[in-house]
């Protein structure tokens, strides 16, 4: 199971990552998972059966709690086009979900890339279906990405990590 956990916006681009799962090989079972709401998720719904995608893509829509999607995936994905920190990449990675994602903005903070997910080019079609069908055909690289992946995030962005950053910010700022 693929997921996305995002809002429905176009900077989200989830009709792109549509268009993306559909050029997949045939022979590599998959299923997608969107689970949000917003604008363009009518579009996105109607984009998926005009690609004949209505047996692998299923929309869950706004969920309050989306941990339930997460202990189901076996991939993180996002395609957006602008991001700051994506919290999607960070909580998938804590899940223990290897990720493929667009070289946007602040992603390649998220993760380590060829280690707890692929970061690849935005709009490179090619690679980011490469590395899907990578991570889909190996469940042995799976696995070990995404026992990397939980090891990786729960370091970098647990709680007291964070604050003591912040904290050594603060200092350096404070002697300027």
């Known amino acids: ?15 792109e990552l549509l268009d993306l799962v559909a050029a997949l090989p045939s022979h590599l079972d ?22 004949g995608l209505t047996d692998r893509v299923a929309f ?3 969920q309050a709690d989306p941990t339930p999607f997460y202990r189901t ?7 957006s086009q602008r991001e700051s920190l ?9 899940a223990g979900l ?4 667009y070289s946007v903005g602040g992603a390649c903070e ?17 690679r980011f279906t490469s590395a899907l069908a990578d991570l889909l055909g190996q469940p042995v690289r799976r696995a070990s990405m995404a026992v990397a992946a939980q090891a990786w995030a729960r370091d970098q962005f647990a709680p ?7 904290l050594a910010l603060f200092e350096r700022l404070r002697f300027r």
């Open 1 to 15: 199971v693929l997921l996305n956990v995002a809002q429905f916006r176009p900077e989200k681009n989830q009709r």
């Open 30 to 51: 998959w299923r997608l998972s969107f689970v949000g709401d917003g604008p363009t998720r009518p579009d996105c719904e109607r984009h998926a059966a005009a690609l």
């Open 60 to 62: 869950y829509g706004w």
């Open 73 to 79: 995936a076996s991939i993180a994905v996002l395609t």
């Open 86 to 94: 994506p919290n999607f990449l960070v909580e998938a990675q804590c």
């Open 98 to 101: 290897p990720v493929v994602s």
């Open 110 to 126: 998220c993760f380590h890339d060829g280690v707890t997910g692929h970061l690849i080019p935005a709009g490179d079609h090619v």
């Open 160 to 166: 007291e990590r964070q604050i003591e950053a912040h």
